[in-house]
């Protein structure tokens, strides 16, 4: 039902994606395809790009413009909005998927993470929004902007200090944009992904940590085995979408995270500072950070 909902809202609408090469990104892009929308997809690797234009084409999907870009470069976001309104007048859903993640402790990680992650994950939607939103506005036919923060922009994940500085800051944005842009007939949803099966889970840099130790490999496989695949992540967010859902999950154990937050600090935070411990001794950054997680988890109990 959710699925033959989404496809009638989206069949025939102009659809902006960034991050369309891999992941949540290519499997969204992929699903509108199916759906009959019209695409204008962007990612910063070219031949990843290159292959779901071509697999959406193979499903029928027009794709009018398409570009190699970094959306953290104001510029060149600008440059490719300034083209395809030469041609469209404005775009009917604007959706923000690209993203990069590192996780780290403070003293871990390095200033060109924390301002990589903040410039791609947070500037890099603020310039699609520059770029792409006034021009629905003005056009006065109303849309949906969707904006993919994650799990770590509602809760205290361990070591996500940068990440979630960015996503986070996403989720605030995209608070204020709800309000702003309805008057305007402009929905605004943010997605919150908790694990899901995407290059990101197999790249993500980890400061101080040597990703191909055995038992770090060996968490990551544990960690992958609970994971959503990008499939399923799109079908939420478009079924999401079509019924203007501000907060869209991709998976129940975000949702009732995030529902225990919300109503009982005390045990969430309790939790927390247990899944911290955990976390930390499976990634073993170092034996001093091993010494004192050991020692907090005594702490605890």
Known sequence: MAQTASGRYFAAKRCLLTGAASGIGRATALRLAEHGAELFLTDRNADGLELTVADARALG??????????????????????????????????????GVSAWGTVDQLTHEQWSNIVAINLMGPIHVIEAFIPPMVAAGRGGHLVNVSSAAGLVALPWHAAYSA????????????????????????????????????????????????????QWFER??????????????????????????????????????KRVAWWPYSAVMRRVNVFFTRALRPSPATMRSAERTEEELG
């Open 166 to 217: 960015s996503k986070y800051g996403l989720r605030g944005l995209s608070e204020v944009l709800r309000f702003d842009l309805d008057r305007h007939r402009i929905g605004v949803s943010v997605v919150v992904p908790g694990a899901v099966k995407t290059p990101l889970v197999n790249t993500v840099e980890i400061a101080g940590v040597d990703r191909d130790h055995p038992k770090v490999a």
């Open 223 to 260: 960690f992958g085995g609970h994971a959503v695949s990008p499939e399923r992540a799109a079908d939420k967010i478009l079924a999401g979408v079509a019924k203007n859902r501000y907060l869209i999950y991709t998976s129940a154990d975000i949702r009732a995270l995030y529902a225990v």
């Open 61 to 98: 999907a027009r794709v009018p413009a398409h570009r190699a870009l970094d959306v953290s470069v104001y510029h060149d976001v600008a440059s490719f909005a300034a083209d395809i309104h030469t041609r469209y007048p404005s775009m009917d859903v604007v959706m923000n998927i690209a």
